[in-house]
């Protein structure tokens, strides 16, 4: 949902829904002025205060945010590093940051060739848990340091060498994702249907 002036939450609002918020959420509720003003620029030239941030401990938690921002009709904006250079991880929003607590390597399975991560780790991370395994994340933008998986996936981050190892798409094997209306799904990469899931390890979103 895009944010207008007319959507705008504030005061009294913002209050009650932070309210809500915390007695559904084991993470961090950070709803104050300063955690806005923190999370209201990314790496880019832009800049508009969130309506909240949520630091969500696991997926219970990000599957009670986006109940609660449906049912008040509130926008979820999705974050990790704030490396975006064209503002995509700042608006009038409840930023879910990924970073703090989602940000695991859950599984390598170095036969196949393969890992299975939380969106918050950072890709320099991935890749040092991945090296002694023999294998790497091939995206290699600048920004390698501090953007974190999740983001990559949304944007399809590639780099220096993308015409040599690709595009994150060109690596990403199945996503297990939050949808905007609460629901849980598993899709693998290059086919059309998302297939509907009750229990799933980790969401990965965007």
């Given at each position: ?5 007319a959507?705008?939450?504030h005061?009294?609002e913002r209050?009650?829904?932070?309210d ?24 880019s ?23 609660v ?9 999705p ?7 064209a503002?995509?991880?700042v ?12 940000n ?24 040092r848990?991945?090296?002694?395994h023999?294998?790497?994340y091939?995206p ?15 944007n399809?981050?590639c ?6 190892y ?6 990403i094997?199945?996503?297990y994702?939050?949808?905007?209306d609460?629901?849980?799904?598993h ?8 297939h ?5 390890p980790?969401?990965?979103?965007g």
């Amino acid at each position: 949902m895009a944010s207008t002036t007319a959507t705008r939450v504030h005061g009294k609002e913002r209050e009650e829904l932070a309210d809500i918020l915390r007695k559904r959420v084991s993470g961090e509720v950070r709803f104050d002025a300063f955690s806005r003003v923190l999370y209201s620029t990314d790496a880019s030239i832009y800049q508009m205060e969130p309506v909240g941030v949520v630091i969500p401990r696991n997926v219970d938690d990000v599957l009670a945010v986006m109940e609660v921002a449906r049912e008040n009709n509130v926008p979820v904006l999705p974050r990790g590093g704030g490396t975006s250079l064209a503002g995509q991880t700042v608006n009038h929003a409840i930023i879910l940051d990924f970073s703090k607590y989602l940000n695991q390597v859950l599984e390598i399975n170095t036969e196949e060739g393969w890992a299975r991560v939380q969106p918050g780790i950072v890709l320099d991370q991935l890749n040092r848990q991945l090296a002694p395994h023999g294998l790497m994340y091939a995206p290699d933008p600048t920004t390698s340091s501090r953007a974190c998986i999740g983001g990559g996936i949304g944007n399809n981050t590639c780099g220096a060498h993308s015409v040599i190892y690709g595009k994150s798409l060109d690596h990403i094997l199945e996503v297990y994702a939050v949808l905007t209306d609460g629901s849980q799904a598993h899709t693998l990469t290059g086919q059309d249907v998302i297939h509907r899931v009750h229990d799933v390890p980790v969401a990965v979103v965007g």
